[in-house]
């Protein structure tokens, strides 16, 4: 989600796309999209858009993402058909509040401090642009708009008869599987080497943190990191497909959320991504805000 939000963005800059919602959506290089490639997370696209120009190559991708965005599901399935389905989609598996997957799949929600990660007037906050916007930067416990989430692949309570389990040595099973969900350290404490006799495959510790205002129709993600991200630095490869959790997009962790308790759910009006650490990223809006006056 963040990755099609800042990407977007990028491609509407700079260039005006019309698209037929039934054409077929291919990345402005030499080049079609390889769908084959496509199954993993949509962070493997970057793979696909070698380009000298760092500019050009992100401004190609939003331009591919908004074709997703504006064409049909067929179409858009076409090129990117992310769970390999048979009659190809580009649409989520997942709908609705997910409760039950979420609980499947081992993903835990953790104690978040409202006041602390929910006041979004702080310096390191975004209260001036959603003051400019006339929407609510105060959570709910302080009379505001915002409730704030950690949803984590890991349980923070966990523990045992030796104590607390840290998330290195926590195991979960699925549908006759046990997954791994962070890896597991060289020195293998008697638990750890009870529990890797179950393991079939590995998971890992990744999380979505992020507010949510329905009032004022607003989405803040405020740290992400997939469990392909979180795997790949903390197993030190590159994961499988098969290895990770089936339900692990944060865009339908936070839209599973965003559906919860909302009297009004199609009036998402905003989406903000707040800390963002990715410096290619930065490199690239801090170019354009500066090549604009800012």
């Known amino acids: 989600m963040v990755a099609t939000a800042i990407l977007a963005m990028l491609h509407l800059v700079y260039t005006k796309l019309t698209v037929a919602r039934d054409s077929t959506c291919k990345v402005n290089i030499n080049t079609d999209i390889n769908t084959s490639l496509l199954s993993q997370d949509l962070s493997e696209l970057s793979l696909l858009l070698e380009s000298p120009n760092p500019l050009r190559k992100y401004v190609d991708k939003g331009g591919f993402l908004r074709c997703l965005l504006d064409a049909t599901d067929a179409a858009a399935g076409r090129a990117w058909n992310p769970f390999a389905r048979t009659l190809a989609s580009a649409r989520s598996p997942w709908t609705g509040t997910l409760e039950n997957k979420l609980r499947k799949w081992y993903w835990k929600s953790s104690l978040y401090d409202q006041e602390e990660h929910c006041y979004f007037g702080s310096a390191s906050g975004i209260g001036v642009a959603l ?146 650490m990715n410096e290619d990223t930065l490199s690239l809006l801090y170019s354009i805000l500066k090549s604009r006056g800012h």
């Not at 080497?193 to 999380?207: D, H, N, P, Q, V």
């Not at 759910?265 to 707040?274: C, K, T």
């Open 131 to 276: 003051e400019s916007l006339g929407l609510n930067k105060y959570p709910k416990v302080r009379g505001g708009h915002n409730t704030c989430y950690a949803i984590e692949h890991y349980d923070e309570d966990e523990c045992d008869s030796e104590g607390e389990v840290p998330p290195e040595e926590q195991y979960y099973k699925e549908e006759g599987k046990s997954y791994r969900v962070c890896i597991v350290t060289a020195i293998a404490t008697p638990r750890m080497r009870a529990m890797s006799e179950l393991m079939t495959e590995k998971a890992t510790g990744g999380y979505d943190r992020f507010g949510v205002n329905t009032i004022g129709g607003v989405i803040v993600a405020k740290n992400l990191e997939s469990p392909f991200v979180a795997a790949e630095s903390l197993w030190k490869n590159t994961p499988k497909l098969h290895e990770l959790p089936e339900f692990r997009h944060g865009s339908d962790i936070l839209l599973a959320y965003w559906l919860r308790d909302n009297p009004t759910p199609r009036q998402l009006r905003y989406y903000f991504a707040n800390n963002i």
